[in-house]
């Protein structure tokens, strides 16, 4: 179940990224009629998705600690079963 939830996570970072950066590209320009308002969604979406893309990293390499670890609680069980 944790793994869906992190894919979640990365896609949803990767779309924020996406509309943060266009967000801020249209806000920055002159031709846009509420400039500092773009630039704050797009400030805000941008933020989102660097901790919403830090936190699924963090997951994963937990993750994977985890599993490592458990792999060799596992394989120190069994040497220690053997003798």
């Known amino acids: 179940m944790r793994r869906i939830s992190t894919v979640f996570e990365i896609i949803l970072s990767a779309i924020l990224l996406v509309l943060g950066l266009f967000m801020l ?3 920055s320009s002159n031709k846009s009629a509420s400039e500092a308002a773009m630039l704050i ?3 805000v979406c941008f933020t989102l998705s660097v901790m ?4 699924a990293v963090r ?3 937990w993750h994977r600690r985890m599993v490592r670890h458990s792999n060799h609680l596992d394989s120190a069980a069994a040497g220690h ?3």
Request: net charge neutral; glycine share 24%.
């Open 25 to 27: 590209y249209e806000g």
């Open 41 to 43: 969604g797009g400030a």
């Open 59 to 61: 997951s994963i390499l």
């Open 52 to 55: 919403t893309l830090f936190s």
């Open 81 to 83: 079963n053997r003798g």
